[in-house]
């Protein structure tokens, strides 16, 4: 009878122990470390986007291409502000001026959230990019970037500080394609001002061979002179006209006026010849130097301009590549944290409170099943 009392109670006495150390107990640990070890961990969040500074307004079309390769894409360089926030090199410049390391390493902070052997590169690469996060929002085109730390005041100041080396960090590679451009720049300076010499030689050259200096000049002076015999054979025309009416054509006074007409029909043709490059020597006219001569001489000018505004433009990009291309807008401005986001207590506290009754769930069901089978 003893003995048939005495099973229930075992059995309830059995499974208020598991209860006990199923649930009970480990509540009763993680509540303990929840509130008197874990170490509070503050987060300061900011929400950026990178903007391109316009300065190409006033440059040639070739000054505007170079620049724009230069400003390049805002989006491309949100990827790359992302990657570089993620790198050693960022870890090294913040642990070079704040000692993180040392301060997520502390011994005096919990076991669990604390950084273990910091000086393993690798493992502090893991731990520094879980601690500082950038995250691309793909619908706003923004970088949101939060850093985790123990210390509401250091959270803030390394948030700030990685926006700052990360705009410096965009701007820098800016500076590196300028550099790049204005070489390519420099070479097609050159290049041009080879083009102009080889065209000033040319035209120079032509003027010596040619013995025309100024072609377009000695050919107004010959029209001019075609003018002005042409003139002298029409009066003459006229005096004979005239005179024959009362005088012999065999008479002195006409037979010097045929021979003015004629002598200056010779000289016209003469002229025009020349002018036109059809006397018969194979000599080209004055036509034909004027021609050539005005393409040499434009040649000259389309070089002079080009070279002029080359040096231009290599002025103007040189001063937009060493000045301020892109600048970090602060969609949301980095806050001081007035409490800490983890260890979130409460939270927590009903997590593992739930957590350890579904384990104790779980064994009693299985203890049940096992004894069941036996």
């Known amino acids: 009878m003893i003995k048939k009392i005495g099973e229930p109670i075992k059995k309830r006495m059995f499974k208020n122990k598991l209860f006990l150390w199923a649930v009970i107990v480990p ?12 170490k509070p961990r503050y987060v300061s969040n900011s929400s950026v986007t990178v903007q391109n500074i316009n300065g190409a307004g006033e440059l040639s079309n070739m000054g505007a291409l170079l620049f724009a390769g230069i400003a390049g894409n805002s989006q491309q360089d949100i990827l790359l502000i992302k990657e570089y926030i993620s790198s050693a090199d960022m870890l090294n ?9 040392n301060h997520w390493s502390s011994p005096q902070l919990d076991i669990l959230y604390r950084l273990w052997f910091y000086n393993k590169k690798d493992l502090a690469l893991e731990y520094f990019r879980d601690k500082v996060k950038p995250m691309l929002n793909p619908e706003t085109g923004t970088l949101q970037v939060s ?15 990685v926006l700052k080396k990360s705009e410096e960090f965009v701007n820098n590679n800016n500076h590196k394609a300028a550099d790049e451009q204005l070489g390519f720049i420099d070479k097609e300076i050159t290049n041009i001002k080879s083009k102009l010499d080889v065209a000033r030689e040319n035209l120079i050259a032509y003027q010596k061979t040619s013995k025309f200096f100024t072609p377009q000049a000695e050919a107004e002076q010959a029209s001019k002179k075609i003018m002005i015999l042409e003139e002298s054979k029409i009066k003459s025309e006229a005096e004979y006209n005239a005179k024959k009416t009362f005088l012999h054509e065999n008479s002195p006074k006409m037979i010097t006026l045929r021979e003015t007409i004629y002598q200056l ?3 016209i043709k003469t002229e025009k010849a020349k002018m036109l490059g059809v006397d018969g020597k194979g000599k080209s006219g004055i036509n034909d130097h004027t021609d050539k001569y005005k393409l040499l001489e434009a ?14 433009t290599y002025e103007k990009v040189k001063i937009e590549a060493t000045r301020k291309l892109k600048q970090l807008i602060l969609v949301a401005t ?15 506290v009903l997590y593992a409170f ?4 579904m384990v104790y769930g779980i064994v009693s069901l299985l203890k049940d099943i096992v004894k069941e089978h036996k």
């Open 27 to 38: 509540f009763l640990l993680f509540t303990f470390y929840t509130l008197i070890i874990a």
């Open 93 to 101: 410049v913040v642990d070079e001026k704040f000692k993180i390391l």
């Open 147 to 161: 850093v985790e730390t123990f210390d509401p005041k250091l959270s803030k100041e390394v948030l700030d500080f």
């Open 265 to 267: 029909e010779t000289q």
């Open 299 to 312: 040649d000259l000018e389309l070089r002079s301009e080009e070279y002029k505004n080359a040096l231009i």
């Open 334 to 348: 980095p806050q001081l944290p007035d409490y800490p986001i983890y260890p979130n207590i409460k939270l927590n």
């Open 354 to 357: 739930i957590i350890l009754l």
